[in-house]
């Protein structure tokens, strides 16, 4: 599971342009071609819904570029493979941006860094997950880099999709385009247990649960509380039929959420703070050093506002993904009342969604489902989540004809 082409075993399209691209990359390098030729590219755009895999593409890509067996590309066993993937090669930057939307200063920084020339290897690598957070002017900020790239750098960046939405259109006409489709059950469960350590039968679970989200069906294997969020969530449904229980216990869950991202950003937010005040000389000694810390402020201000966007942003993120996981729910009912014959999205509360069909109406379950829907939107639009979540347990109620 280690070679960049076991790692895309699974999306043999994905995998054919990765190994081509980086062998036309290397007869260049090596001198044997003048040019790139139309398989490499300076700049791409890797898109494919969340979690289909689009960074482990864009790592997948450094790494056979990077990679230096000289017959295997992406070898998966020289220095350079192994650091691509441990996110640890000195040539390679990768921004994963914890904020809604990544700023103009940020990519002002990472056009500096893509200029430098690469150190230990023969590519500068910059990818950047999820650039459809690029802010107009950020995405500005790098249009002349991802145009007229120095000739050792490449530019990988990840978004949902191309549509104007999801990415730039401006740097869009200048990238490769590489679609990633969502992986295979299987592939998810051979991935999880190689990386993870997972039993077979808990990464099986963690992959249908989370709808073939890599991401998601990780952290579902690894992080108890993520299983109980989902736990929470989905026994609301239940709830919902036992008087003012579903509200109490939706209580309950969003003070959870908020204790679970609190305790994920203090220590990131504290280690942060204490990293710009050293480098700001705090602690040090004589008028100086008062004088830098009182000119300070400002940027010791624009950090906890970055980290209170990221708290927002985790607690959003994580009630967004507890209701897609509910939407699962009634929909495995819904299948389950219709008699279709196909895979649960949560197998393991096949009882609760049997239960649902038996009890609710085709067109409640379709109302359930909507009432999901229309609180994720909410959410998305800044509704507080305790309107947003009692608002659709009413609806849920009404649907399930309860009083
Ligand atoms: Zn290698």
Not at 36 to 47: D, R, S
Not at 72 to 96: K, W
Request: proline letters at 5%.
């Amino acid at each position: 599971m280690n070679t960049v082409a076991s790692r895309l075993a699974d999306t043999p399209a994905v995998r054919d342009v990765v190994l081509a691209a980086a062998a036309a990359a290397r007869a260049k390098v090596r001198g044997e071609v003048p040019e790139l030729g139309n398989a490499m590219a300076h700049a791409w755009i890797i898109t494919g819904p969340p979690g289909s895999g689009r960074s482990v593409a864009a790592l997948a890509l450094a790494a056979a570029l990077q990679c230096t067996d000289p017959v295997d590309i992406g070898c998966g066993r020289c220095p350079h493979c192994h650091d691509v993937f441990a996110d640890a090669h000195t040539d390679v930057l990768r921004i994963i941006p914890a904020e809604l939307s990544i700023g103009i200063d940020r990519m002002r920084a990472v056009r500096t860094e893509a200029a430098k020339l690469p150190t230990v290897s023969p590519w500068r690598i910059v990818i950047i997950e999820d650039a459809d957070r690029l802010s107009d002017a950020a995405a500005d900020a790098i249009l002349k880099t991802v145009e007229e790239p120095p000739e050792h750098t490449v530019i990988i960046m990840c978004a949902p999709s191309i549509d104007p939405e999801d990415f730039s259109p401006t740097l869009r006409s200048r990238c490769r385009h590489l679609y990633v489709p969502y992986p295979s059950v299987g592939h998810i469960v051979d991935l999880l247990v190689a990386e993870t350590g997972a039993t077979p039968e808990d990464a099986r679970l963690a992959a249908v649960a989370s709808g073939r989200h890599i991401g998601r069906a990780r952290r579902l294997v690894t992080d108890p509380d993520a299983q109980q969020r989902r736990a929470s969530i989905l026994n609301l449904a239940e709830l919902i039929f036992h008087h003012d229980e579903a509200f109490k216990a939706s209580t309950a869950f969003l003070k959870t959420v908020d204790k679970q991202v609190k305790s994920l950003s203090d220590e990131e937010d504290a280690g942060e703070l204490e990293k710009l005040e050293r480098s700001l000389g705090k602690g040090g000694r004589g008028k100086g050093t008062q004088k830098a810390m009182d000119g300070s402020s400002g940027m010791v201000k624009d950090l906890e506002k970055k980290q209170k966007m990221r708290r927002s942003r985790r607690n959003r993120d994580f009630l967004d993904l507890a209701l897609v996981d509910l939407a699962g729910l009634y929909r495995d009912a819904l299948l389950l009342s219709v008699g279709a014959d196909v895979q649960l999205t949560h197998p393991d509360f096949e009882g609760l969604s049997r239960d649902l069909a038996a009890k609710v109406s085709e067109p409640g379950l379709v109302a359930c489902l909507d009432a999901v829907t229309m609180a994720r939107g909410h959410i998305g639009v800044n509704v507080t989540p305790t309107t947003a979540i009692d608002g659709m347990i009413g609806r849920i109620r009404l649907a399930c004809g309860v009083s």
